[in-house]
């Protein structure tokens, strides 16, 4: 899940035209109540969060003044090894004075002093993954000034004391843990659990004590001077841009060519003045469901971080009205505006400082996939946008999350609940306990289904949360660090389940008596908070009305069929269901793995003459038929495209010897006949030997008796009154010589099968290849003399075309993509530059000798919606790709047709 389709783009490389005529050389931009000079500028050189912050002021909500530094400065801070650039910190100067003069406070003055956040922003959001510094421009001397300003003296040492803990763990790295010590010991000696309770002289002392921890594990005292602190976290910034997990997590989101992060220095306004004071994180509609109302939490006098990190479990937003109803008014009031001005869904930070509300942020907001089709769908009917833009918004892949199974209230009967948390991402997820991202990392890799459990997760969890099938935590809300990170992934996580006493070190949970360790098995229902013991059963969910509408438009929009894989009634039906138009590929070899199907393959193997291969085909043979009836039922009036037997004879046979004599038994043949048999059936590089199209013309039996088995089969469908509509593909053709000789056998069995069944109705069955080997595409325009159609087999194409084996590529595809030699697995999604200009070659070359030549693809990349979005340009007729990923590339096609229509406008 993202905020829109174009996050997973490079559509914020750079700076816009529009930037640069607006003067866009400068290095920051003010913002507030009184300017903002950012407006109508790029997300590329303000980032996300500059550019939202502009937007507001210049539509008079409620934002504390500030500035932005643009990603230039944090490009160039880069490009010149970590050096701030000339110049920077005398615009901040200014921008700083700007501030100022708004407010009327000072930035370091001991009586009236102007403090300030930093933060990060880059183009596309990213969560938690950068660098924060609040309350900056405290000193020994305005702590002083500010607790005589607000009357508040634990107010004004406790943002003191957050500042020395955030900017020694964020600016100098000093771990945040040796700061927690120091609070637990001053608990500890007022004797109090919260940190709430500790009174002002407590918190006085604890500032000291941090201070003396700063001291010991930096060197040097803790700086005196605002300015100092100010370069420094903007500094720390700028090279959050590149830490490991900021890093990690645009490799996970496929986020590239940005410049950098954009810094935003705001004036600070604080929730935690008292109880007249707060802070919250809510949107404008639920980010799980879609559903209209009003969805957030906010905490009453603490700070923003407080929520997000999940340390205290906060209030729903609706209860704010009995706390304070005119600024929840007011809040209901911004919301609409919002909605009204950006025209989607917006998740927005919120401070109230004693009684008045101010706006911190907005951004689009990431949501899961049945909340972005109903969001969409609604917003439609609201007439706030149209279908095009409805559909172009919807992220393709995160389709997936609606087809995917869940729990239902029949799966879930009898199932030992052990907690309830907050339903903080939807799905259903089952697994053994991981206690560390590294173990989740490590135990996922090594094949095995592991839940991350934490008490709250930090930025730092993002690779093992990626890799772990769920996420559940004992702490935090429904828009803490871990539930805004799994609804972007779309993936299962429940939060703040309390009753949960998670132990990290011992690597234990316990709850309601029960000690579960890493052995132990549960699963978490994100629809509903439920942790239950053991695997519960899940069911397919059902497609809601929604779905369904998006999916008539995208049909009305699109060019691009869409066809499945599927090798089985039961996958041809589910295709049906989801909106196939056909089958692109149905693989035969899969049929003959089970029972006596087994037996008579083997036994057509270790034949020695045609004689035994046509007996033992004769056996295979009904199997056959029966199956494509099966399949041609399923499909009934839809293309179905078989491909005739693919892979390399051996694969049938058994190579251990314990297997092997188990075989000779039940064959009927000397152990030693058939282990010669199977030594001359090895081979070196069997995905380049004896495969394919060089079966048949080794053993045209083989092809006879597939053919005669789609052709029986087609007239029993067509004897029943069902509409069967079979296509002949020939796999791995390098030649035109090959298919040509081929083609003629087939067409021969055809005539043949129908004159003995003396069948004279109209079954035109075409025939035509895979384009799979470099070759085939280069001399397409040959092959296509003798072929009705071309089906791209993406990936032996691109196996042949990099000269990567795709069942070794693990060993070094990693580096490859994270040193950028590839922007991403070309098995994964096409490489349009090479494997993607052959498939456009071969188009263009069948297609001059045969105009009316039908072009489609049926590799793994007929479903990923990069690859669809190419396949539409270049003029395919249709792809093909796993039932599950059907909707996925009807969506797709869609988006690649409103595309074109924009960038022609």
């Not at 300017?35 to 539509?59: H, V």
């Not at 090798?567 to 269901?577: F, H, L, N």
Request: with cysteine; charged share 25%; net charge positive.
């Amino acid at each position: 899940m993202t905020t829109a389709l174009t996050d997973r783009t490079d559509m914020t490389k750079n700076p816009t035209r529009s930037d640069r005529a607006a003067g866009a050389s400068r290095m920051t931009y003010s913002f507030g109540r009184a300017t903002a000079e950012g407006k109508g500028l790029s997300k590329a050189l303000l980032g996300g969060k500059g550019l939202n912050l502009a937007e507001m002021s210049a539509i008079g909500l409620p934002v504390p003044p500030g500035f932005t530094i643009t990603t230039e400065m944090c490009a160039q801070y880069n490009e010149r090894g970590g050096t701030m650039p000339d110049g920077l910190m005398k615009a901040v100067r200014a921008a700083v004075g700007a501030i100022e003069a708004e407010t009327g406070k000072a930035f370091g003055s001991d009586a009236m002093p102007l403090l300030v956040s930093v933060r990060s922003g880059a183009a596309v959001s990213m969560p938690g993954m950068m660098d924060t510094v609040l309350n900056l421009g405290l000193t020994d001397a305005s702590v002083e000034g500010l607790a005589a300003r607000t009357d508040n003296p634990r107010f004004a040492y406790d943002a003191y004391r957050r500042l020395i803990n955030m900017f020694g763990d964020v600016v100098m790295g000093v771990d945040h843990e040796r700061f927690e010590h120091e609070f637990d010991r001053i608990k500890k000696k007022y004797k109090v659990t919260e940190d709430t309770d500790v009174p002002t002289e407590g918190i006085r002392a604890l500032c000291e004590a941090y201070q003396a921890v700063y001291r010991k594990h930096v060197g040097r005292a803790f700086p005196q001077d605002p300015y100092v602190q100010l370069e420094l976290a903007i500094e720390a910034v700028f090279k959050s841009w590149n830490t490991p997990r900021a890093i990690r997590y645009r490799q996970i989101n496929e986020i590239h060519g940005l410049l950098g992060t954009a810094v935003n220095v705001q004036s600070m306004v604080f929730g935690n003045m008292g109880d007249d004071s707060g802070t919250g994180v809510a949107f404008t509609r639920d980010p799980s469901t879609g559903d209209g109302a009003f969805y957030g939490e906010f905490l009453i006098n603490a700070q923003g971080e407080d929520v997000v990190a999940g340390i205290r479990t906060p209030k729903p937003v609706a209860e704010m009205k009995k706390w304070n109803k005119a600024v929840h008014a007011q809040l209901l009031e911004i919301r609409s505006t919002l909605e009204q001005h950006y025209r989607d869904m917006q998740d927005i930070e919120f401070t109230i400082e004693r009684g008045t509300l101010y706006m911190l942020q907005t951004r689009t907001g990431k949501r899961t996939g049945a909340a972005a089709v109903k969001i969409a769908v609604d917003m439609v009917r609201e007439k706030l946008i149209d279908r095009s833009e409805a559909l172009a918004r919807i992220p393709a892949e995160d389709l997936t999350q609606l087809l995917l199974p869940s729990f239902s209230a029949a799966d879930k009967k009898g199932a030992t609940v052990l907690a309830k948390g907050l339903p903080a991402s939807p799905g259903a997820a089952t697994g053994r306990l991981a206690f560390t991202a590294a173990e989740a990392v490590d135990r996922t890799l090594a094949g095995e289904a592991v839940l991350l459990v934490r008490k709250e997760t930090s930025p730092e969890d993002v690779d093992g949360m990626h890799h772990a099938v769920g996420i559940l935590t004992s702490t935090g809300g429904m828009t803490s660090h871990a539930a805004v990170v799994a609804r972007g992934w779309g993936k299962c996580c429940v939060a703040g389940a309390g009753d949960l006493q998670i132990d990290a070190k011992k690597r234990t949970v316990t709850v309601k008596g029960r000690r579960l360790t890493h052995k132990d098995v549960i699963s978490i229902d994100g629809s509903t908070g439920e942790v239950m013991f053991g695997e519960v059963k899940r069911s397919t969910p059902k497609l809601s009305g929604d779905f369904a509408t998006v999916m008539k438009w995208s049909d009305e929009v699109r060019r691009l069929g869409v066809r499945t894989n599927a090798d089985t009634p039961r996958d041809a039906k589910r295709a049906r269901e989801f909106g196939a138009a056909g089958i692109g590929l149905c693989r035969t070899e899969h049929m003959f793995f089970e029972g006596e199907r087994i037996s008579a393959m083997r036994q057509m193997i270790l034949a020695d003459n045609v004689a035994d291969r046509e007996k033992a085909l004769k056996k295979l043979l009904p199997y056959q038929r029966k199956d494509f009836v099966g399949i041609f039922t399923a499909m009934k009036g839809l293309p179905v495209t078989v491909r005739l037997l693919d892979p390399p004879l051996h694969e049938f046979l058994p190579h251990e010897t314990k297997a092997q004599k188990a075989l000779a038994t039940e064959m009927g043949v000397k152990l030693s006949d058939l282990q010669q048999r199977v030594s001359m059936l090895h081979e070196l590089n069997p995905m380049l030997g004896h495969r394919g199209c060089r079966l048949a013309v080794t053993y045209p039996e083989i092809l006879r008796m597939q053919v005669r088995a789609i052709v029986e089969a087609a007239i029993t469908c067509r004897k029943k009154k069902v509409d069967a509509r079979p296509e002949i593909m020939i796999p791995l053709v390098g030649t035109r010589a090959e298919l040509a000789i081929l083609r003629r056998q087939t067409l021969e069995t055809i005539a043949e099968v129908k004159k003995a069944k003396k069948f004279t109705g109209k079954l035109d069955i075409p025939v035509g290849t895979m384009i799979e080997i470099p070759r085939a595409a280069l001399t397409a325009d040959a092959i296509a003399e003798v072929a009705d159609f071309f089906s791209f087999g993406t990936n032996d194409l691109t196996q042949l075309t990099f000269g990567y084996s795709r069942d070794d590529v693990n060993g070094f595809l990693p580096d490859y993509i994270e040193q950028e030699i590839l922007p991403k697995d070309p098995f994964q999604s096409l490489d349009e530059t090479g494997v993607g200009e052959l498939v456009a070659m071969a188009c263009a070359r069948g297609r001059a000798t045969r105009p009316d030549l039908k072009l489609g693809v049926c590799g793994e990349h007929g479903g990923d919606p990069a690859s669809v979005r190419y396949f539409h340009t270049i003029g395919l007729d249709y792809v093909s790709c796993s039932p599950f990923r059907v909707p996925i590339a009807r969506l797709v096609a869609a988006q690649a047709v409103i595309a074109e229509q924009k960038q022609k406008k």
